[in-house]
């Protein structure tokens, strides 16, 4: 991080950035505040409940934030698709963690349809489950019923403030076993496992970052994730997915060539060393670890997985305690066996049960939205 901060500061002496009033230039000029628009409009009186249902729904966190569902409207009622571009065959070979993330769409589509005083029946793979990855027929089918006996999700209020929180968290907070405990009760359907024992956390610390390590220094799993960066504004606004780096700092160290892709690439550069302490920080301030298990592991049961998940995810942020998935233990890659295997153990997880997520807690700093494609980009007909 110190020899990045120096390269940084010699681009700032060298002109390119001016150092007094970059932040506020950045600010005002360089915020890609247009990819974060649809948190702000999410439930705007539209004409179609659908819509409005939907607005919300689009804000569910998803792998590598691909956004990958598309929504049909065309008979009268909702079809939920999966658009195959937007899986993530390196990572997710089985497209296990994108399932999760059409769980958790159709979380937020039920919670939303329930605050307009709707029931949201929803009937997923009505043509078969597709094995062993997600193909072109449909994830679900949702009709939507007027119920003057639904009652609102308390969870909902949370949704425009949810994060997932990939800062590092304050290691003088510890988080609340009392906390931890009415996070997890918010799942409804799947088996957590949570622990804040310092011990225990520092080991599963270690296990995370020895998977992360592997993902990161596996070249075909590199790539992946090097192909869906976005660095800065522009690239950030036309592709409002992937993973997203700005800020001046960033947007420095882009405009004087220091933060190529190539380099990224390649395991050998300074680009490439100076990155493993700032992707190491994160997972040495975990404060706590949460894990959901289910007790199978077919596509509904991923669903399942995903609709626990984001309650989970609004349950801490009304607790007022950050979240984070370490997704990368649980992949499915042959490169990530050894850990996968440690992990199940470490966890206790039975021959018979499937780890779907794993998480850290803790008290973060105030972070953005993360960045969405607008709705109507999202619905595949009207």
């Not at 039920?110 to 793979?125: K, P, S, T």
Request: proline share 7%; charged share 25%; net charge negative.
């Amino acid at each position: 991080m110190a020899a990045t901060r120096r390269m940084f500061m010699g681009i700032v002496a060298g002109g390119v950035v001016l150092a007094a009033t970059a932040g506020a230039l950045w600010v005002s000029t360089r915020d890609p505040v247009s990819a974060r628009r649809p948190w702000q409009d999410a439930g705007r009186r539209d004409a179609d409940l659908r819509r409005r249902i939907l607005s919300f729904a689009i804000l569910a966190p998803n792998p590598h934030n691909r956004q990958p569902w598309l929504a049909d409207l065309a008979e009268n009622e909702i079809t939920l698709y999966c658009q195959a571009d937007r899986r993530l065959p390196q990572t997710d070979p089985h497209d296990r963690q994108i399932t999760i993330g059409l769980g958790c769409f159709l979380e937020l589509l039920a919670q939303a349809a329930a605050e307009e005083g709707y029931r949201a029946d929803i009937v997923l793979f009505p043509k078969g489950e597709p094995q062993p990855r997600l193909d072109d027929r449909p994830v679900a089918d949702i009709r939507l019923v007027q119920d003057a006996t639904i009652g609102a999700d308390p969870l909902f209020a949370h949704v425009l403030s949810r994060r997932s929180n990939k800062e590092p968290y304050d290691l003088a907070r510890p988080v609340e076993a009392d906390k931890l405990a009415e996070i997890a009760a918010a799942a409804r359907i799947s088996a957590i496992g949570r622990t804040n024992d310092p011990a225990r956390v520092e080991t599963l610390r270690q296990r995370a970052w020895q998977a992360y390590f592997t993902e990161i220094t596996t070249p075909h799993t590199l790539k992946e994730s090097i192909d869906l960066i976005r660095v800065g504004r522009a690239e950030i606004e036309a592709n409002p997915d992937g993973i997203d780096l700005s800020g001046p700092f960033i947007e420095g160290l882009s405009m004087a060539g220091l933060l190529s892709r190539d380099a990224m690439l390649d395991q050998t550069s300074s680009t490439f060393q100076q990155q493993i302490p700032i992707l190491k920080e994160p997972v040495d301030t975990a404060m706590a670890f949460l894990w959901l298990k289910t007790a199978g592991n077919s596509r509904a049961d991923q669903i399942a997985a995903g609709r626990d998940y984001i309650r989970l995810n609004l349950a801490a942020t009304a607790a007022g305690v950050s979240m984070h998935p370490f997704s990368q233990a649980l992949q499915e890659f042959t490169e990530m066996r050894p850990h996968f295997l440690a992990m199940r153990e470490a966890l206790a997880v039975e021959e018979n049960e499937t780890l779907q997520m794993f998480v850290r807690l803790g008290y973060g700093p105030a972070i953005e939205g993360a960045p969405r494609w607008p709705l109507d980009t999202r619905i595949r007909s009207a």
